[in-house]
């Protein structure tokens, strides 16, 4: 009997989150996909991996919600002995001008971003170091990284995860877990509709925006053996921007 692969996905149900669960399903997982509100967008996204033939199911929980995140974690764990990859996608925008930016504005970013990072993580990395096996990759992004007017809490967040995810890399690394990071740059998803698309293009050496799809295989890469002795890295996935 074949041995039941498992990846999360947190923000799987739509854009880049989406590509992702439909590629790691294509990989051979069953896909578990996170969402916090639109179940509609999570259902869509669990017909298109079993219209493939593949194998998901979609769980409920604001990853930025300790209490929340515990025990969807629990249930996740009560019915999946171990998960092999982990995906930390969820992540939410709330642009503004810093000197104008409101608390909220600002903690709401990082909540999602960090402390869902903090409250995924730990707990499948527990297991993960107790099986010796295991690839956690988390989505950041080339803004982490470029300086972008109304981002700040956006780009404080993103480079966090990245800085985070170098750290942890370095103490599991031993233990048969890698850490990576994966940074896009402009992609075509419904984050950048209604932005000035023609000349967004001219500040990407390729000259187009990306695809999910191209993430989407990054992430699936890393996820493999084909990148065993690969820990610790972010990839910039942006068309030359960074």
Known sequence: M???RVALVTG???????AIAVELSRAGYR???TYKENVAA???TLALIRSEGGQAEAVRFDVADSSESAAAMEDIFSRHREIQVLVNNAGITADGLFMMMSEENWDKVIQTTLKGFFNVTRPVVQRMVRNHRGSVVSISSVSAM???????NYAAA????IAASRTLSTEVAR????VNVVAPGLIDTEMIKGAPVTRIK???PMGRLGKAEEVAKVVRFLCSDDASYLTGQAVFVDGGMY
């Open 42 to 44: 999570a259902e869509e």
């Open 175 to 178: 233990l048969g877990v890698r």
């Open 12 to 18: 799987g149900s739509r854009g880049i989150g989406r």
């Open 146 to 152: 470029m300086g972008n007017r109304g981002q700040a």
């Open 2 to 4: 074949m041995e039941e």
């Open 31 to 33: 896909v578990i996909v």
């Open 202 to 204: 001219e500040i990407i």
């Open 158 to 161: 993103k480079s966090g995860l």
